[in-house]
T-cell receptor, first 114, second 112 residues
């Protein structure tokens, strides 16, 4: 049972380049989330999808787009990367559509924007 | 919206001592308070949670207490071991379908 799988694990981009972070879960979870983690800032929510076919903005959505491709997959796209988007990105999923219950996290994608 | 403050940001304890991490929240409607542990190079993992109708919950060496009146909750780790060294996050969620709001984390170091 793989849980939550993120790809790639590491990526270096130049300013202005675009890329997509992929996330897939095999637990039949309804809700999925993208967080970024920066030193001293904790985990900040970028976007989430409470159920297949819906997406909503979190605390720091600017510069990102998301797609809930199907129930398993939730991708995060940077259209024009900026140095301020250098961070570690975590995808997470939860069984319920509501907020309670355990969040299961992937192992993270470390992105550096030069 | 909900705001979660976490203290301290770093904590060093001797092996075998206790560690306490404290969090406060702003939304009196919040009713679910989980704690996550993040080991180096890994994603966070749930270690314990508490709901607003309970004042304390224990699981072996870890416990969480909740004071709804003061709007704060704490994580207690007793008999600390080197493997307890990690970053710990508290979180809170108001009622409804809104996502978790995390504190900024506490880096716990257990010194052997």
């Amino acid at each position: 049972n793989a849980g939550v799988t993120q790809t790639p694990k590491f990526q270096v981009l130049k300013t202005g380049q675009s890329m997509t972070l992929q996330c897939a879960q095999d637990m039949n979870h309804n809700s999925m989330y993208w967080y970024r983690q920066d030193p001293g800032m904790g985990l900040r929510l970028i976007y989430y999808s409470a159920s297949e076919g819906t997406t909503d903005k979190g605390e720091v959505p600017n510069g990102y787009n998301v797609s809930r491709l199907n129930k398993r997959e939730f991708s995060l796209r940077l259209e024009s990367a900026a140095p301020s988007q250098t961070s570690v990105y975590f995808c997470a999923s939860r069984l319920g559509a509501g907020g309670h219950g355990e969040l299961f996290f992937g192992e993270g994608s470390r992105l550096t924007v030069l | 919206g909900e705001n979660v403050e976490q203290h301290p940001s770093t904590l060093s304890v001797q092996e075998g001592d206790s560690a306490v991490i404290k969090c406060t929240y702003s939304d009196s409607a919040s009713n679910y308070f989980p704690w996550y542990k993040q080991e180096l190079g890994k994603g966070p993992q749930l270690i314990i949670d508490i709901r607003s109708n309970v004042g304390e919950k224990k699981d072996q060496r870890i416990a969480v207490t909740l004071n709804k009146t003061a709007k704060h909750f704490s994580l207690h780790i007793t008999e600390t071991q080197p493997e307890d060294s990690a970053v710990y996050f508290c979180a809170a969620i108001p009622s409804g379908n809104t996502p978790l709001v995390f504190g900024k984390g506490t880096r716990l170091s257990v010194i052997a």
